[in-house]
């Protein structure tokens, strides 16, 4: 029976894929030696894994003889050969960038806990360090957040405590004062009006009709008038 055909993709497991590629690779190789050999011609053959390992192969004693001779031959001249040279930079900068993106992918996959078949026990165990590496870093800072967010809290409490003493001692202190107008009003009432509730004048003896007056209830609406006045200021 013939050899089936072979489906051009991507080879998913990763250990198959190595191997192919290892056997592809030595058959390109010994393929670009007998096309040497056979027809006499200058051959150049660059491989990189996908891990970023280089092989390759020249008929000459050195490649860049050989790349430069395809410089040569392909760009005629440096007006012409700029643009190119702009394509081919970014196409290589396009392939590493796919790669790199490929990479990841898989790594974020792994850590995700998925396509683990293909790794090796060695691989496992560095990314089972991987991941412990992370967990750490990530308590690391959820714990230093939860010490800001604790620190912030008690210099508020701190605040607040301090806003609270203040009042209290404005409060105080205005107590204070409302006490010592109260005394001196009432001291200087006494004073005025004298023991019997005269000013000791001594017409104040023909208006004896005014010392019940002081004693009137009425009079203590306009001190507390005053006193009010007094607390408000």
Do not use: W
Not at 37 to 44: I, K
Not at 148 to 169: A, G, H, I, P
């Amino acid at each position: 029976m013939g050899r089936g055909k072979v489906e051009l993709k991507r080879i998913e497991n990763k250990i198959s894929r190595q191997v192919t590629f290892a056997k592809r690779r030595n058959g390109l190789l010994k393929k670009a030696y007998e096309l040497s050999v056979l027809c006499d011609a200058e051959v150049a053959l660059i491989i990189f894994s996908s891990r970023g390992r280089l092989f390759e192969f020249s008929t000459s004693s050195c490649m860049y003889k050989t790349l430069e001779r395809y410089r040569s031959c392909n760009f005629a001249s440096e007006a012409s050969s700029a643009p190119i040279e702009a394509e081919l930079s970014n196409y290589q900068e396009y392939l590493k960038l796919k790669t790199r993106i490929e990479f990841l992918q898989t790594t974020q996959r792994n850590l995700l806990g998925e396509d683990l078949g293909p790794l090796s026990i060695k691989e496992l165990e560095q990314l089972e360090n991987q991941i412990e590496i992370s967990l750490k870093h990530i308590r690391s800072s959820k714990n230093q957040q939860m010490l800001d967010q604790l620190f912030e809290l008690k210099r508020k409490e701190q605040q607040l405590q301090d806003s609270n003493s203040d009042l209290r001692r404005k409060l105080l202190f205005l107590y204070q004062i409302q006490d010592t107008s109260e005394e001196n009003v009432l001291r200087l009432t006494c004073h005025d009006l004298g023991p019997c509730g005269s000013s000791g004048h001594p017409d104040d003896a023909n208006q004896e009709h005014l010392h019940p007056a002081v004693c009137d209830p009425s009079l203590h609406i306009g001190y507390q008038a005053y006193i009010d006045h007094l607390s408000n200021e």
